[in-house]
């Protein structure tokens, strides 16, 4: 139980709302697991196929260890926002500087080959899966290479889907803090939010779409893949195995030439796969459907239930967890478009702990916001280069110590040789002195008659030797644009693809961060932000957003233009990689144009609702003037698209 008087963390609230939603996808993961035990058991027994007290359910508990794994996976590189490098190659990069490559490989290895087990052991005696197999009355038992090929598959589908979880960034949540659109009247807080059993049937069967197709593909090909690569390795390993279980097979056994593909082995490999695929995948999306709901709770914010509900969300607003402070930004849009007891419980909270709320609140949604602008400031004037010119050290400006001794001399310190007395002694002196004085002065060897005249023997040698076609192409500029032809003809490539800085890519992470997009976060702080100025005209008593109101429309300004800046200027230019740049494609940066669309909103409603009273709110007219050009823009804007959407 909290002390008196202590404003509960706002981590206290969202980790038991993260606990109930992993418990809830938890449930669709056990019923998957159930499903997939009556798939893959003996059919011998109707009742006994299905009766979840029997054998069915002892196969779900023990199937439900797999996407359990992944659920560990998910907790533990759970984060919001999108990875925001600048090249796939970079995020490469990244992540083998971190354990999640390994994490990641290990869970699913684990979990293949704790369903493989499962599996296994579930067929019926007709599958022909032991471990080894009974030869005649004469023979000694070998081992069985059919389960062999199903465990390789199983470990081969686990390695494709560590490489689909890191690529697509599975760990990422983005549907909790999704924008709100601005222009969509406020919702009473009686609304329920999305329901997750509708996204998971909305979304379930594209899902079962794409396993399909890899199951098939996976029974198609992995015969061919498990025979042309990892036959012998698997074999060698499965019977170290089998005679560590204490198996009578021969200490030698070798591989039969014709493997052991029948049509049955195929179509248990492709139901197998199917059932193995549908409990990571779908255990993955009904974690991410329930992780990323809404920050409420029964109806109300997470907060409602704390002591100091405005004290509790404000330090979510400064945590310093990214994961904690966004579900406190989309939270804090949330009350302010849903609840408007609450957004009045801010304006009156004028004794919080720090200061007032509005003022602690705005300051956050202030701060998060100006992050754009600080980030943009940093690359166009990066203090890197101040760094870097700060270790260049400026002799004159070296203050040393008095000389103590005797100046060293300037005279040669080494005795002369003896002068030659031979042909070659003389040689060898000669060429000896022309190289010690080109060595210690490069420059003047240049000016040397034997330099001009090894030039001139070349020169001579290039024009007699090569035709000028031959000429033309050993010259450094042909060289150079050979090779710029070659890297643009890679980089075009799907080999290439990954190598590749494009526009979008680095006008992110300049403007939203890195290694993680604060885009959503800035939003909800936007969003957020404008209804509370918007809605105290008529709930504020005090008086106190107002005079807040002139720095809240210079910071939306300020953003909006160092963004198009940015995006329209020419304070960046594309990347040499870029080989599908366009010109005209400049703008077409999804999440620049969600918060430029954001701002534009947020400036047009603050406008009508504070234009009339700017003179007595301290807007100055520049700043009115910039407003209202800005919010012109989208107005526009949203008359081409109405035009667009009524010819179509």
């Known amino acids: 139980m909290p002390a008196p008087n202590r404003t509960r963390l706002y981590r206290e609230f969202l980790t038991p709302a993260l606990h109930r939603r992993f418990t809830q996808a938890a449930g669709v993961s056990l019923l998957l697991s159930y499903i997939t035990a009556i798939v893959i058991g003996d059919k011998t027994s109707l009742i006994w196929a299905w009766f979840p007290l029997g054998r069915a359910g002892i196969r779900t508990l023990l199937l439900f260890l797999s996407p359990l794994l992944v659920f560990v996976l998910r907790v533990a590189q759970l984060h919001c926002g999108s990875r925001s490098t600048t090249s796939p190659f970079q995020t490469f990069r990244q992540y083998l ?8 490989s290990f869970c699913y290895a684990f979990s293949a080959v704790l369903f493989s087990e499962v599996y296994i052991w579930s067929v019926s005696k007709e599958a022909n899966l032991n471990w080894v197999v009974q030869g005649r009355s004469w023979e000694r038992q070998r081992l069985n290479e059919r389960p062999v090929y199903l465990r390789s598959l199983y470990l081969g589908l686990a390695l494709l889907q560590t490489g689909f979880h890191l690529w697509m960034d599975y760990d990422t949540i983005r549907g909790s803090v999704e924008p709100v659109d601005q222009a969509s009247p406020p919702q009473e807080s009686s609304q329920a939010p999305s329901n997750p059993v509708e996204q998971l049937k909305s979304r379930f069967p594209k899902l079962l779409q794409e396993i399909g197709i890899i199951s098939s593909f996976s029974a198609v090909i992995g015969p061919i893949v498990y025979s042309l690569t990892v036959r012998k390795t698997a074999w060698r390993i499965s019977h170290a195995c089998a005679r560590f279980l204490q198996w009578d097979i021969p200490s030698k056994a ?6 052991p593909y029948h049509i049955t082995l195929i179509i248990r490999s492709l139901i197998s796969s199917f059932c193995l695929l549908l409990l990571w995948r779908g255990s993955n999306l009904a974690f991410s459907v329930y992780v990323a709901q809404e920050p409420v709770k029964r109806g ?14 404000i330090n979510g607003l400064r945590s310093r967890k990214s994961l904690v402070r966004a579900f406190a930004f989309c939270e804090l849009a949330k009350i302010s478009q849903s609840f408007p007891q609450r957004r009045i419980s801010i304006f009156k909270d ?5 200061g007032p709320a509005w003022s602690q609140i705005s300051s956050e949604c202030l701060k998060m916001i100006q992050g754009i602008y600080t980030r943009i400031s940093e690359y166009s004037s990066p203090s890197t280069q101040q760094q870097q010119q700060q270790l260049f050290i400026n002799p004159d400006q070296l203050q040393s110590l008095p000389r103590m001794g005797i100046p060293p001399k300037e005279e040669a310190v080494v005795l002369q040789p003896s002068a030659p007395s031979t042909k070659r002694e003389l040689v060898e002196s000669k060429v000896g002195s022309f190289a010690k004085s080109v060595g210690n002065n490069p420059a003047s060897g240049n000016g040397s008659p034997v330099v001009q005249q090894s030039k001139y023997y070349l020169e001579q040698a290039r024009t007699k030797l090569l035709s000028p076609e031959q000429q033309q192409a050993v010259s450094p500029a042909h060289v150079q644009s050979t090779i710029n032809t070659y890297l643009t003809r890679f980089l075009r490539s799907g080999f290439g693809q990954p190598f590749r800085q494009t526009f979008a890519r680095r006008v992110r992470s300049i403007a939203f961060g890195q290694p993680l997009s604060e885009c959503v976060t800035i939003v909800d702080a936007i969003d957020a932000l404008t209804r509370l100025a918007t809605a105290s005209i008529h709930e504020d008593d005090y008086g106190k957003v107002a005079r807040d109101i002139p720095t809240v429309v210079q910071t939306f300004i300020t953003t909006h233009q160092s963004l198009e800046n940015l995006i329209v200027g020419t304070l960046l230019q594309p990347h040499w990689t870029d080989v599908e740049f366009q010109e005209s494609r400049r703008e077409e940066v999804q999440e620049v144009q969600v918060t430029l669309d954001a701002l534009r909103h947020g400036l047009a409603e603050l406008m009508n609702a504070f234009g009339a009273f700017a003179p007595e709110i301290g807007l100055e007219g520049k700043d009115v003037r910039a407003a209202e050009m800005i919010a012109g823009k989208n107005k526009r804007k949203d008359k081409e698209t109405e035009m667009i959407e009524g010819i179509e």
């Open 97 to 104: 500087q971190r354990r999640d490559i390994l994490e990641t």
């Open 254 to 259: 070798e591989l039969s030439i014709i493997p």
């Open 300 to 313: 109300q914010p997470l907060t409602q239930d704390s002591s100091d509900p405005n004290g509790s969300l």
């Open 350 to 354: 004028i004794d919080c702990p720090g």
